[in-house]
């Protein structure tokens, strides 16, 4: 084992770590100082903790995908209250209405087009202008919430249809419909970005794009497929959420930009590219929700959480920085 | 000879692009309704742009340098929160001073781990955004924030008075724009801004002591924040604890449309003024033709990226991007 292999377990082990850290410290001084008399590593809270993770897990995988291709994409919450809109909308159609049953899918497969058309129209813009991805996304996050508007003005866009909604409160094996979807989509991106091409070359744009054309690495067609895909995740999450609630507003998703990216980084993908993992975020997006349901089990007021996720972000910063630098003096020597 | 003036134009419009816009969008708008260039309403779009381009001006400072700040949203609220909550405590002049000290300490600290510590700026900030917004929830309880006696104080004069006829909240953005434009344009520290954004390690190598210019950034938007903060509390004299939720992307929007680099070195404080006017004319002149609000949003998505679009054009000397 090189110390290069030790350093990268030791990385890709910290966000399990902290998550161990985080059951134990909530467990224990839960149980010494809780307001509520329930154990924290209860099942039924952890399995509560995995269905909540969804529907900012999914996009935030969407978003390691495009961080580890060296872009990033702040339109995704835009994305997902259209989608969503779109989901609850197009169920009352009139064509729709005729179809009983069969509405469900095809509304999901309509927010889902929608999504992946509105990551189709960022990735175009990136690949053909060359606009850097922070600035084309952060116009269409504009953009795209005033399409949100359009749709309904401020008022909520609602719908209840209750075969979805028992659907998205099943149970299958212990985990909630929302859980599986998360899971499901870890493996699927997990196994994109390890055994296929298109993951390889993500990675290989990622880290020096100018080598990556020299190799004949079309990197356009790459852009575009990722933004489609973090698209089609945001209304996955708009999906997966809102067959549950039905209804959204149209401030929904704001700011969900910036929580996956946050967890995301957590997990230790580079912003700059090239390096970065579907699982690590994974256990990024589950740290975080610990973080707020643990905060709340002993007694700490909400609003501690935002201060506490902070600062720990900004703690990992450092740390990793130190971690880099040390590597880089072992190199001098 | 031909091509020649076609890259001649294409230089000028990328240049100058931003103006013709702006220019062609009032004409337009004058025509279509002759309410949008009445005085009235001119002052009126200027005050409520005022506090999104106070703290565009800092922004614009630590653009230059090569950095982002996602943190001035929250960090606005905290500003108004804490100034609102000590008015009642300590009287409206000690509070303002507490406020821009305590705001001031938050922008040290974020300068202190991007300058000195030289760590992500994007993500520092993030983060920040996070810690500020758990800090002003912290500071209020959650609560919303109101001036008890609203008539018997003069802490409504930042907000709400005139001088000569002119809104308060517009002569202190132009002061503050005209002092910033010539801190940046004129001084020796301005110089170093932009020497550090354009290029950092040949900014050192040449002597340049970068972090603490970084740092010096940091501490210039965290005080157009504060006057910011202190332009809302005093319009509104009570707040909720998100009044500046989301604005940071808003701010760094009329910041690129102004034509700052987000990769450093570029940008002035007068072209990030217009970015800011041409975002609260085009929302105004939009409501005035008889539009949804919602088409504005629309508006910009367009016309940001058409402006950075221009930009880059012209400065890679073609069209379409390069990439494959």
Redesign the interface.
């Known amino acids: 084992m090189t110390p290069q292999d030790r350093k990268d377990l030791f990385k890709r082990g910290a966000i399990w770590a902290f998550i161990l850290v985080e059951l134990a410290f909530f467990s224990i001084v839960g149980d010494a100082i809780s307001v509520s008399d329930k154990a924290f590593m209860n099942v039924d809270n952890m399995l509560l903790l995995l269905k909540q993770s969804a529907p900012i897990g999914i996009i935030a995988l969407g978003m390691t995908i495009i961080m580890i291709n060296g872009n990033i994409d702040l339109s995704v919450g835009a994305t997902f209250a259209l989608a969503a809109i779109v989901l609850l909308d197009s169920m009352t159609w009139p064509f729709m209405q005729s179809l009983g049953n069969w509405a469900i899918p095809l509304a999901w497969v309509f927010a889902l087009l929608t999504g992946v058309a509105l990551g189709a129209i960022n990735g175009l813009i990136v690949w053909k202008t060359g606009v850097d991805a922070f600035i084309v996304t952060l116009a269409s996050m504009l953009g795209f919430r005033g399409l949100v508007f359009m749709y309904n003005g401020e008022q909520p866009t609602s719908h209840l249809n209750w075969t979805l909604v028992d659907f998205a409160e099943a149970q299958f094996l212990g985990l909630h419909t929302a859980t599986w979807f998360l899971l499901g989509t870890v493996l699927i991106l997990w196994l994109v970005m390890t055994k296929t091409v298109h993951g390889r070359n993500a990675y290989a744009i990622g880290n020096n794009r100018e080598a990556a054309v020299n190799a004949g690495i079309r990197v356009g067609p790459h852009f575009l497929l990722n933004f489609m895909l973090i698209g089609f995740l945001a209304a996955l999450s708009a999906v997966v959420f809102y067959s549950e609630s039905g209804s959204v507003n149209p401030n929904d998703g704001m700011l969900y930009e910036l929580w996956a990216i946050t967890a995301v980084v957590l997990g230790g993908t580079k912003l700059a590219g090239g390096y970065g993992s579907i699982i690590s975020t994974l256990g990024g997006v589950i740290a975080i929700q610990l973080l707020r349901k643990g905060l709340g089990h002993i007694g700490a007021d909400t609003q501690t959480v935002n201060l506490v996720i902070g600062l720990i972000l900004i703690a990992v910063l450092i740390l990793d920085r130190q971690l880099n630098r040390k590597g880089q003096e072992e190199l001098k020597i | 000879m031909a091509e020649l003036k076609k890259t001649e134009i294409g230089t000028f419009l990328a240049k100058q692009g931003i103006l013709i816009a702006f220019a062609a969008f009032m004409i337009g708008f004058a025509l279509a309704n002759q309410r949008f260039i009445e005085l009235d309403n001119v002052f009126g779009v200027i005050r409520s742009s005022a506090i999104l381009g106070v703290m565009a001006l800092g922004v614009t400072f630590v653009v230059i340098g090569g950095n982002l700040d996602?943190s001035v949203g929250s960090m606005m609220s905290f500003s108004t929160i804490v100034v609102l909550d000590l008015h009642d405590k300590l009287g409206p002049g000690l509070a303002i001073l507490a406020m821009f000290g305590l705001t001031l300490a938050l922008g040290a600290f974020i300068g202190f781990?991007v300058g000195y510590?030289?760590?992500?700026s994007?993500?520092?900030t993030?983060?920040?955004?996070?810690?500020?917004?758990?800090?002003t929830?912290?500071w209020s309880g959650?609560k919303n924030m109101d001036i008890a006696n609203k008539s018997g104080t003069w802490f409504a004069v930042f907000g709400q008075e005139r001088i000569m006829g002119i809104p308060v909240p517009i002569l202190i953005f132009a002061l503050l724009a005209v002092v910033l434009s010539l801190l940046l344009s004129k001084t020796p520290f301005g110089r170093k801004v932009y020497a550090v954004g354009g290029n950092g390690q040949a900014a050192t190598f040449s002597g340049i002591p970068r972090a603490r210019v970084v740092f010096m950034t940091y501490l210039v938007s965290a005080f157009c924040v504060a006057t910011a903060g202190l332009l809302q509390a005093s319009r509104s004299m009570g707040s909720q604890n998100t009044v500046g939720?989301?604005m940071e992307?808003?701010v760094?929007?009329a910041v690129?449309l102004g034509g700052a680099s987000?990769m450093g070195g570029a940008g002035t404080v007068f072209k990030t003024v217009i970015g800011v006017l041409i975002l609260g004319f085009i929302q105004n002149g939009l409501l005035l033709v008889g539009l949804?609000?919602?088409?504005?949003?629309?508006v910009?998505?367009?016309i940001?990226?058409l402006a950075?679009?221009l930009d880059?054009?012209a400065k890679?000397g073609r069209l379409?991007?390069?990439?494959?």
């Open positions: 996602l781990l510590l030289k760590l992500n994007l993500i520092v993030l983060g920040m955004l996070s810690a500020i917004h758990g800090l929830l912290t959650g939720q989301g992307l808003e760094l929007a690129i987000l949804d609000f919602y088409v504005q949003y629309i910009t998505w367009i940001i990226i950075v679009w880059v054009a890679r379409w991007s390069p990439i494959a």
